[in-house]
């Protein structure tokens, strides 16, 4: 297929009414359900399933498993970047994502065994920009140079997690800010250590975290986020 013809496709696909909203619905960086898109598109579920399969099938998104779930996020930043030049051209402001998660689960809470929430989505950010974290292929992470003796220098020791029986480091999709935050051995070992520290405390009663401001502090500045105070 030519540019040419690649480009009608693509247009076509975009032109679409519901299908535009559910793109651009997306251009925050936060993934959402087939669900959440239809009433997003105003159309039923069944509707909004063969628009999310021609979009994928078009390339414009990309579709994640997590449990039950199936999220679906643009599929890179050329999309996002053509997506938001057509808007400059229609003139539309776009409204932002806003959560309904309750605040203390929204902030730092379990899954499973490593942490969750906003301020685990912000850490994963920081290792992934930092340059501590690289893609190793199908859907999982390995620890660059500097990485492993960034975590070294925090206490974490890299090495028994590898000998483990399960994933090294992933991507874990978070539900309450539909974008990454870090899972797999090294997910849970960075929770432990954050416990330790007494960077978070866990909940008796819940899988909420309390992130006292003094903790919090230390994090950031241990993650070289913040100066220390």
């Known amino acids: 297929m030519d540019a040419d013809s690649n480009l009608a496709r693509i247009a076509g696909a975009i032109a679409e009414p519901a299908r535009a909203r559910m793109l651009c619905c997306l251009l925050d960086g936060h993934a959402r359900t087939s669900t959440e898109l239809s009433v997003v598109a105003d159309v039923s579920p069944s509707t909004a399933s063969a628009h999310l399969a021609r979009l994928k099938d078009d390339g414009l998104l990309l579709q994640v498993a997590q449990g039950k779930h199936r999220y679906y996020h643009l599929a890179g930043i050329d999309v996002a970047a053509a997506l938001e030049a057509l808007l400059v051209v229609a003139g539309v402001p776009r409204t932002p994502f806003k959560p309904a998660t309750p605040a203390r689960l929204r902030q730092a809470r379990t899954c499973y065994d490593h942490m969750a929430g906003a301020l685990a989505v912000e850490l994963h950010e920081h290792c992934v920009t930092q340059g501590w974290l690289a893609d190793a292929g199908a859907g999982e992470y390995a620890l660059t140079t500097t990485g492993e003796n960034r ?35 090294l997910g849970a070992a960075l929770l432990q250590l954050a416990l330790r520290q007494g960077w978070v405390e866990q909940d008796l009663d819940s899988r909420a975290l309390a992130v006292p401001a003094r903790g919090r502090r230390r994090l950031l500045a241990a993650f070289d986020m913040v100066s220390p105070a």
């Open 151 to 185: 975590f070294a220098q925090l206490g974490l020791d890299a090495a028994p997690l590898r000998k483990l029986r399960r994933r090294f480091a992933c991507p874990c999709l978070d539900w309450s800010e539909r974008k990454p935050h870090l899972g797999g051995a």
